[in-house]
C-alpha cells in the first residue's frame, strides 16, 4: 500500500488502474479505510484511475497530533493529489467520506471534478427516534465498552439481516480495530460539520446517493444536499441501508459509472 508524507502525517492510500484521465477519489466511512470500497475497485480501475486514502486516523493512516477536523480531513486529500500530480478527481464519499468529499469541494474546487455523496449530509442529524436512541446507545457503549462491544452494536445497524451475516462480521473486525480515542475524535470531528450555508458554492456536477432503508442518515439530510447543490440530483437505491457499495454494489457501482461517463462525454 503506497504512502505519502504530508508534513506531520503519513497517508496509506490503494491506487489501482490505468495513469491517464480524471481519477476517481473513494472516500470511506467514519471507523473504516479503503476497504469500504473492496467491491468496487476491480470494477472501476478496469476505466479508470482509482485512489483510495485511508483517512487521518483510519486503516493504516496513523492519528496525527492535534484535533480532527472534516476540513483537516479533506486538506489531506487535497495534499494527496497535489503529490500524486493527479488533475481534478471524481470524488466519491460514504457518510464521513462525503462529509470530506464537500469539505474538499468547498475549499478546494479546482481539485474535484465531480462529486457522488452517498449517505451524506450537511450537518449531522439522527434518522428519528430510533436513529436518536442507537447514537445515544453508541456514546454509551463507547464511554465503559470494549470497542469490539462498540462495533458489534454498529455493525448491527448496518447489516441487520440474517443473510448479511458475513458483511456484519466484516464490519465488526474492521470497526473494533479502531483505537477508542481516535473513533471518538472522529466522532467529534463530525459534530461539529456544518456546511449548510456554503451548499450554494457547490459548482461541480453532484450526484446524490441514498439508501432506501438508511437507519443512521435520514432522507430528509439528502433531500437537503439535492435542494441545496445547484444541478444535483438524488438518486434512491432500494433495498439498501447506509452501507450502499457493500450491500447493493452492482446497482450502486453501474449509476456512478454512468454518472462518470456523462460527465466525461462517454457514450452508453
Given at each position: 500500500?503506497?504512502?505519502?508524507a504530508?508534513?506531520?502525517?503519513?497517508l496509506?492510500?490503494?491506487?489501482?488502474?490505468?495513469?491517464?484521465?480524471?481519477?476517481?477519489?473513494?472516500l470511506?466511512?467514519?471507523?473504516s479505510s479503503?476497504?469500504?470500497?473492496?467491491?468496487?475497485?476491480?470494477?472501476?480501475?478496469?476505466?479508470?484511475?482509482?485512489?483510495?486514502?485511508d483517512?487521518?486516523?483510519?486503516?493504516?493512516?496513523?492519528?496525527?497530533?492535534?484535533r480532527?477536523t472534516?476540513a483537516?480531513?479533506?486538506?489531506?486529500v487535497?495534499r494527496?493529489?497535489?503529490?500524486l500530480?493527479?488533475?481534478?478527481?471524481?470524488?466519491?464519499?460514504?457518510?464521513?467520506?462525503?462529509?470530506?468529499a464537500?469539505?474538499?469541494?468547498l475549499?478546494?474546487?479546482?481539485?474535484?471534478?465531480?462529486?457522488?455523496?452517498?449517505?451524506?449530509?450537511?450537518?449531522?442529524?439522527?434518522?428519528g427516534?430510533?436513529g436518536?436512541?442507537?447514537?445515544?446507545?453508541r456514546?454509551?457503549l463507547?464511554?465503559?465498552?470494549?470497542m469490539?462491544?462498540?462495533?458489534?452494536?454498529v455493525?448491527?445497524?448496518l447489516?441487520?439481516?440474517?443473510?448479511?451475516r458475513?458483511l456484519?462480521?466484516?464490519?465488526v473486525a474492521?470497526?473494533?480495530g479502531?483505537?477508542?480515542?481516535?473513533?471518538?475524535?472522529?466522532?467529534?470531528?463530525?459534530a461539529?460539520?456544518?456546511?449548510?450555508?456554503?451548499?450554494?458554492?457547490?459548482g461541480c456536477?453532484?450526484l446524490?446517493v441514498a439508501?432506501?432503508?438508511?437507519?443512521?442518515?435520514?432522507?430528509?439530510?439528502?433531500?437537503?444536499?439535492?435542494?441545496s447543490?445547484?444541478?444535483?440530483?438524488?438518486?434512491?437505491?432500494?433495498?439498501?441501508?447506509h452501507?450502499?457499495p457493500?450491500?447493493?454494489?452492482?446497482?450502486?457501482?453501474?449509476?456512478?459509472?454512468?454518472?462518470?461517463d456523462?460527465?466525461?462525454?462517454?457514450?452508453?
Open positions: 500500500m503506497p504512502t505519502v504530508l508534513g506531520d502525517l503519513t496509506h492510500y490503494e491506487t489501482r488502474g490505468p495513469g491517464d484521465g480524471t481519477p476517481i477519489v473513494l470511506h466511512g467514519l471507523g479503503s476497504a469500504d470500497w473492496a467491491l468496487q475497485l476491480p470494477v472501476l480501475a478496469a476505466r479508470h484511475r482509482v485512489i483510495a486514502p483517512l487521518r486516523g483510519h486503516g493504516r493512516s496513523p492519528r496525527p497530533r492535534g480532527f472534516v483537516a480531513m479533506a486538506d489531506d487535497a494527496l493529489l497535489t503529490a500530480a493527479a488533475p481534478p478527481a471524481h470524488v466519491v464519499g460514504l457518510s464521513l467520506g462525503g462529509c470530506v464537500q469539505a474538499l469541494a475549499d478546494r474546487p479546482d481539485r474535484v471534478r465531480s462529486l457522488t455523496l452517498v449517505n451524506a449530509f450537511a450537518r449531522p442529524a439522527a434518522a427516534p430510533r436518536t436512541l442507537r447514537m445515544l446507545a456514546l454509551g463507547l464511554a465503559c465498552a470494549p469490539r462491544v462498540v462495533a458489534a452494536h455493525a448491527r445497524g447489516f441487520p439481516r440474517p443473510d448479511q458475513e456484519y462480521l466484516a464490519a474492521s470497526l473494533a479502531n483505537p477508542r480515542r481516535t473513533y471518538v475524535a472522529s466522532l467529534r470531528a463530525l461539529g460539520f456544518d456546511v449548510r450555508r456554503r451548499l450554494g458554492e457547490l456536477p453532484t446524490v439508501g432506501d432503508r438508511d437507519r443512521t442518515v435520514p432522507l430528509a439530510a439528502k433531500r437537503l444536499l439535492e435542494r447543490i445547484p444541478g444535483a440530483k438524488l438518486l434512491i437505491i432500494p433495498d439498501s441501508g452501507a450502499t457493500y450491500d447493493q454494489a452492482t446497482p450502486f457501482t453501474s449509476a456512478l459509472l454512468a454518472f462518470i456523462e460527465i466525461n462525454g462517454v457514450r452508453p
